[in-house]
C-alpha cells in the first residue's frame, strides 16, 4: 500500500490472507511531519497519517527491534510481538521471534512463495 497505489485486489497474486498490509510502529510526538503546518495545522496530528504518503514501515529490521525511529521498523508497546493487518482485512498478532525470512515473505504480494497459516 502507498500513495496514489494502482495496485488491485487481483495483483495480489500471494493471496490476500497471506500478504501484509498494515504494521504497527511507535511513533514520538516530535516527528518532523507535525511541525510542518501545511501537513499537520496547529501541530494537533498524529505521525500516522504520513505513513502510507511516506512509505516510512519496514519489515527489514523484524519485529519489535526497536530501530531508529527514521528507519521505520515494525514496533509495538505488546510484548512478544506486533499487530498486522492483511490484505483480507484480518488481524493478526506475529512474534518477534518470527523468522525473518517469513515475515519478508508475507510482506510481499506477488512473490510466489507458499505460506500456511501455521508457519507463523
Not at 495483483?11 to 490472507?17: K, V, W
Request: charged share 20%.
Amino acid at each position: 500500500m502507498y500513495h496514489d497505489s494502482a495496485i488491485r485486489m487481483s495483483g495480489i497474486s500471494d493471496g490476500t490472507s497471506q500478504t501484509l498490509l498494515v504494521g504497527e510502529t511507535l511513533c514520538r510526538d516530535d516527528d518532523d511531519y507535525k511541525n510542518d503546518s501545511t501537513y499537520c495545522p496547529n501541530q494537533q496530528c498524529k505521525v500516522g497519517r504520513s505513513w502510507v504518503w511516506a512509505n516510512r514501515v519496514t519489515t527489514t529490521y523484524g519485529v519489535n527491534s526497536f530501530v531508529d525511529f527514521w528507519l521505520a521498523g515494525v514496533t509495538s508497546r505488546h510484548v512478544g510481538g506486533a499487530n498486522f493487518v492483511f490484505a483480507d482485512g484480518h488481524v493478526g498478532f506475529l512474534s518477534e521471534n518470527i523468522n525473518q525470512k517469513l515475515l519478508e515473505d508475507l510482506t510481499t504480494r506477488a512473490g510466489g512463495e507458499v505460506i500456511s497459516n501455521t508457519d507463523y
